[in-house]
């Protein structure tokens, strides 16, 4: 009767485990581990971005390239810029994860990121070119409900390169890059600090 007992036990403990094993897997194989999203506010200052991310659940991480074209869109600082930016970030997410929903939490990200573009010049009004790259580090947060996605976040680092005039400030000339600008702030300026706080929104997959 005991060893009756125990096969019993141990049987309706591999079943379950099995069991488990199979739903996480499931899971795992219906979870959207794709998104196409746009940066919600980028148009308003020039430029159309469009990133595509994948996750990579195994180790709670995910890949994302963006590529813009800067001139499409409503020239905020009427300096008609023609040009385009390319980034890539890799998300390490930190809390709030769900396997079920692998694009989802909150998220550390290192990235770096390439602005190539042309401007008229304020001052001497000729086609002037800038040139800037940067590497930062963004804290945010994503969320997925059905298959909608929104991903905000904010950060800063280190960039350089070729400098644009784009709008005069009381501390100088505040610079903007069509994906993070300079540091410009507290009568405080620095042509090598990057900064970049965004919304962008989108559709899993």
Not at 130 to 141: E, H, L, N, P, Q
Not at 165 to 177: A, D, H, I, N, Q
Not at 199 to 204: A, C, F, S
């Amino acid at each position: 009767m005991r060893k009756s007992l125990r096969y019993f036990t141990l049987t309706a403990i591999a079943a379950l485990s099995l069991c488990s094993t199979i739903q996480a897997q499931a899971q795992e194989q219906n979870a959207y581990k794709n998104a196409i999203k746009i940066t919600f506010l980028s148009w308003f200052s020039g430029s159309t971005k469009i990133s595509y991310e994948r996750a990579f659940p195994k180790c709670k991480q995910s890949g994302e390239i963006c590529a813009s074209m800067i001139g499409a869109g409503y020239d905020k600082y009427k300096n008609n810029p023609l040009g385009f930016t390319v980034r890539y970030g890799h998300k390490f997410f930190v809390a709030g994860y769900n396997e079920a929903k692998p694009l989802m939490g909150f998220y550390l990200r290192p990235e770096i990121m390439y602005s190539h573009y042309d401007y008229t010049h304020s001052v001497t009004k000729l086609r002037t070119p800038s040139r800037m790259g940067t590497i930062m580090a963004t804290f945010g947060y994503q969320y997925c409900i059905k298959r909608f996605i929104a991903d905000a976040w904010v950060g800063g680092g280190y960039c350089y390169g070729k400098t644009a005039e784009t709008v005069p400030s009381k501390f100088g000339t505040s610079r903007y890059y069509h994906g993070f600008q300079t540091f410009d702030w507290f009568g405080k300026y620095s042509d090598n600090i990057s900064l970049s706080f965004s919304i962008r929104l989108g559709v899993l997959f």
